[in-house]
């Protein structure tokens, strides 16, 4: 069903953790993509990003845990790569601070949604922005 009536605003959560690490939506779209594929070379065509940005990706999430999010089975045939269940926990943990989030400022974003120019054109602004840099 197309969307007809007003766009809303949306918030971003990132979380920037005491030990240096941080999680964010990239994150959690490769943990879940690979409980669906259970391989980081289909996830990384999914989700469109080269196979060692994947790989990278799910490193750096089981270094960030004492307990690790994704389990890898190295090996031409029968390799591949599965959400753990504290993987399954992280997301859960991660979709109820964005849903949190997104109520707690539902009416500040009102507010800016209120206050925004429409006629405001995001491309010709990027255009702009760029010409300005050269």
Not at 12 to 30: F, M, Q, T
């Amino acid at each position: 069903m197309a969307q007809t009536g007003k766009r809303r605003a949306k918030v971003h959560v990132r979380l920037v953790l005491p030990n240096g690490g941080s999680l964010d939506e990239s994150d959690i779209a490769l943990i879940e993509t690979l409980q669906t594929c259970r391989s980081l070379l289909g996830a990384s065509k999914l989700l469109g990003m080269s196979y060692r940005k994947t790989w990278l990706m799910a490193d750096t999430l089981n270094r960030i845990f004492e307990t690790k999010v994704i389990e890898t089975f190295p090996g031409r045939k029968g390799g591949g790569a599965e959400m753990t269940a504290f993987g399954q926990r992280i997301v859960a943990l991660f979709r109820s601070i964005e849903r949190g989030s997104s109520r707690a400022g539902a009416a500040a974003l009102d507010e800016f949604m209120a206050s925004l120019d429409r006629s405001f054109d995001a491309q010709e602004a990027g255009e702009a922005r760029e010409d300005h840099q050269r």
